[in-house]
């Protein structure tokens, strides 16, 4: 079917009462062009104010109810074509009206749907499309709301080829062909048996034709006809994460006599592929996966580890909305960091960064739910899961079908039904409907050990001692009555204690049981355990502290059977705000909180801030996955010298990589240095701090106490005597000015491209100023707008769309959107700084 983009021309408005509206109350619409957050433009407010989504998990957003229209014209010639229009997510609960007409809904707000318009349309004419979306206490954490990823219209004959009915698997391989399978799905919704011919080409990296196929394919009315071809490719570009070679299957409809030419011609040939009837192309990527207890994943028959990042779906300062560029940005920026796997958490991946991933050579795990039949807020998914639970599976499938980089898919996150008879009967639908829909990944679920025997832990621990001897797991109740009482005091040692108890051992056993991967949140303690308990059991971490990267990692290094770690999170995120902020015991906080206060707005737990520069945590990582020689410096605030930490497992230390601390000179700071190596020297202006034993034996880190003065700081790593790498920090020297840089110099107007515009401030030399921060003005002219412009800072007041924000240590990051090919110019200024301007080429 012919796509087209129908992001242009809607407009939006809060949705107002039909019968409000009749008493007066006008709220007019405004224009806007999709992707688009509807919520990330409202006000934030504290509890006890508007109604929020669910106070921090929101971010402080109110929820609402939001509605979009769009007009546009149907050519007379298109009656008689089947016309659909696609929506790849709309949260939530979406209702699609077409000229008034009730035409479909999904309430699954991370789905891609299709609507049936054709027999609503008036062609000839302008028609009206309106959709509707609600949000308001239905997840743990930000979501956005409206139509907040890419919406297409679909023309085709009434013949043709399914949406995602081009699926392409390549199940045997070897040094010297690949096999490539592929089954197109063929529709028939005219009146007559049609007869037509299913022509395929794969193409290489290159764009060179290397196989080809006809087959004859007879489909009858409303009948769809699935057509299977076989064909063989010669010396295959493997698909991996160090060279993600990607090909295209090209799957054309053709009459007869066009087929019977293409014949004629050499198979492995250039041939014209135009078409009378349909045609469709895909990507895909020739690669095997394999598991084994001893071997773990191997991809092509090499052995990989997971070095994985949990990620949420919102961008930033971009809210919720998915634009190509933003999604291909956080994979570049995750896989630099050092990671080579996504969790997408806890929702399938959009479409557009499937395609990055398998572009950069990313590999994924696609969670499908966080919820089941047990509601977690009051008005999630649980309450339309029994109905929809498959169509929504069968959704995320077809949507990842061909992406190499999809290796594994997860049915849910963190699921308390887990530990039950009937939650496991849930996992074993769940699992078997995916593997009826594709056969050649495997599936895995996160499951919280601690989460599912809460309900038994809750009776224990109201049970008397002497009644505890006689429960069936002394164990876990002696960890009940040890722990709960002060469960965020040590949330991942109790967590951990309960995971390897007893009563999780039995209570879990079905749920892992239906899984070829079992997933474990916060579950460490049980990977050496199940190698004895279960050997034919394969591990993976799919939730993990960041703070205990290094002994996991020894465990995954260690065990076959632990496929890899993905820690919370990668990327920071709106929402569940502070979870992972820096805290210290004060009389009146003598443990920590979970939940920061208004206006708090992130999660704080990110190796990369909201956007996306790296933090101390990410270089630690990359130090403990072995990718990094050189050591790195982190700088603990010395405001709080002397305090004790009490933030959660989710925080990292309250350090920040510079040596500008003004007003602080002469007051004692402690140096926290990372490396891989015996041992490390610290300097400050050539004066040796000493040297400290570092590397894995010490946790990868050491700690220098000193007292603050300008200058540099400079760290050296050395290896049996000999240097390994040095690093070194500078204090700023000289005015601050603004500086403005963008990300590439020339954008593309159409697919979703976006131009990133960095603001520092800096000292002439370009050393970052993280003391000095103020607030920066930019002004947007061209051919471009806009989008969102913010900071990292953790709790602010400020908004994403405003043209003025304060920079947070340092920096700030404007994001702009093309209207169309020519220049687009942005000018900054900042109290006390020359202007800054960068132009952007749009073609």
């Excluded at 509890?47 to 929020?52: F, K, L, N, V």
């Excluded at 999809?406 to 849930?426: C, D, F, Q, R």
């Amino acid at each position: 079917m012919m796509r087209t983009s129908f992001n242009d021309g809607w407009q939006t408005r809060p949705k107002v009462n039909l019968f409000a509206e009749l008493s007066g109350a006008k709220v007019p619409f405004r224009s806007v062009t999709l992707p688009h957050d509807a919520m990330i433009e409202r006000e934030r407010a504290a509890p006890g104010g508007e109604a929020t989504m669910e106070g921090g998990a929101g971010a402080y957003f109110p929820g609402g109810t939001y509605e979009y229209r769009k007009t546009f014209s149907v050519p007379e010639e298109h009656r008689g074509k089947r016309i659909l229009f696609e929506f790849e997510g709309v949260y939530r609960d979406a209702v699609v009206y077409v000229n008034g007409d009730y035409a479909g809904q999904r309430p699954f707000g991370y789905s891609h749907f299709f609507i049936d318009a054709d027999r609503f349309l008036r062609f000839g004419q302008d028609n009206e499309i309106r959709v509707e979306a609600r949000a308001h206490r239905d997840s743990r954490w930000y979501t956005g709301a409206g139509i907040y990823r890419d919406t297409w219209m679909l023309v085709g004959e009434v013949v043709r080829i399914s949406p995602d009915g081009v699926r392409v698997a390549t199940p045997d391989i070897d040094g010297e062909r690949a096999v490539v399978e592929v089954a197109t799905r063929v529709e028939n919704d005219s009146l007559a048996i049609r007869t037509v011919d299913v022509v395929t080409e794969l193409r290489d990296p290159d764009g060179s034709v290397v196989a080809g196929d006809v087959s004859k394919a007879t489909v009858l009315p409303g009948e769809p006809a699935t057509v299977r071809q076989r064909l063989y490719v010669r010396g295959p570009l493997l698909w991996s994460p160090d060279a993600p070679a990607l090909y295209t299957a090209t799957v054309a409809l053709k009459e007869e006599a066009e087929a019977e030419a293409y014949l004629a011609a050499d198979a492995v040939a250039d041939v014209d592929v135009d078409v009378d009837v349909d045609v469709e192309t895909v990507a895909f990527g020739i690669r095997s996966l394999s598991l084994d207890p001893e071997h773990g994943l191997r991809i092509n028959g090499e052995t990989v580890k997971l070095r994985g990042a949990c990620v949420h779906h919102d961008n930033g300062v971009l809210g919720a909305a998915t634009f190509a560029r933003a999604e291909e940005r956080r994979v570049r920026f995750l896989k630099d960091a050092g990671f080579n796997a996504i969790r997408m958490s806890h929702n399938p991946m959009s479409k557009a960064m499937l395609d990055a991933c398998d572009r950069l050579g990313m590999l994924v795990v696609d969670e499908a739910f966080d919820v089941w039949t047990s509601g977690k807020s009051e008005f999630d998914y649980s309450l339309n899961f029994p109905e929809w639970w498959e169509r929504d599976i069968e959704a995320m499938v077809a949507k990842d079908y061909n992406h190499p980089s999809v290796i594994m898919y997860s049915i849910g996150n963190e699921i308390p039904e887990t530990g039950s008879p009937l939650g496991a009967a849930w996992g074993r639908r769940l699992a078997e409907k995916v593997r009826s829909s594709d056969h050649t990944r495997y599936v895995t679920n996160a499951v919280n050990g601690m989460l599912a025997v809460m309900s038994e832990l809750g009776k224990l621990r109201q049970q008397s001692p002497a009644k505890t001897e006689n429960t069936e797991n002394t164990e876990s109740a002696a960890v009940e009555d040890k722990g709960i009482n002060t469960l965020m005091a040590d949330a991942g040692d109790m967590m951990n204690a309960i995971s390897a108890s007893g009563l999780v051992t039995q209570k879990t056993a079905e749920s892992f049981a239906v899984l070829d991967v079992a997933g474990m949140n916060y579950a460490e303690a049980r990977y050496a355990l199940d190698k004895d308990l279960f050997p034919h059991r394969i591990i993976l971490g799919t939730e993990t502290f960041p703070t205990r990267i290094d002994g996991n990692w020894r465990l995954v290094e260690q065990h076959g059977h632990v496929i890899g770690d993905f820690t919370w999170t990668g990327w920071d995120y709106l929402g569940e705000v502070g979870i992972g902020r820096p805290q210290y015991l004060t009389p009146d906080a003598p443990r920590p909180a979970h939940t920061a206060p208004y206006p708090y707005l992130v999660a704080g737990c990110g190796d990369l801030d909201i956007t996306g520069h790296r933090r101390p945590a990410s270089y630690y990582r990359e130090i403990v996955f072995g990718l990094r020689t050189q050591p790195y410096i982190a700088v603990r605030r010395p405001q709080h010298h002397g305090k004790t930490d009490a933030g959660t497992p989710w925080a990292w230390s309250d350090t920040v990589a510079t040596w500008t601390w003004p007003g602080w000179e002469g007051e004692p700071v402690t140096i926290e240095v990372y490396g891989d190596a015996d041992e490390v020297e610290l300097l400050l202006d050539g004066r040796s701090l000493g040297r400290r034993p570092v590397g894995e034996g010490h946790r990868f880190r050491t700690e220098f106490d000193t007292t603050y003065e300008p200058g540099e700081l400079l760290a050296i790593a050395y290896r049996d005597g000999a240097e390994t790498g040095r690093t070194a920090l500078r204090s700023v020297t000289g005015p601050v000015g603004l500086r403005a840089e963008a990300d590439r110099p020339v954008i593309t107007a159409k697919g979703g491209d976006l131009a990133y515009v960095s603001l520092t401030l800096t000292d002439p030399d370009g050393t970052l100023h993280t003391a000095a921060d103020r607030p920066v003005r930019v002004d947007v002219s061209g051919a471009g707008v806009l989008l969102g412009f913010g900071s990292a800072d953790p709790s602010t007041e400020e908004r994403f769309d405003a043209t003025e924000r304060r920079t947070y240590e340092g920096r700030a990051l404007a994001v702009l959107r093309p209207t169309g090919p020519g220049r687009i110019r942005l000018l900054a200024t900042a109290p006390g700084c020359d202007p800054a301007d960068v132009v952007v080429t749009v073609e």
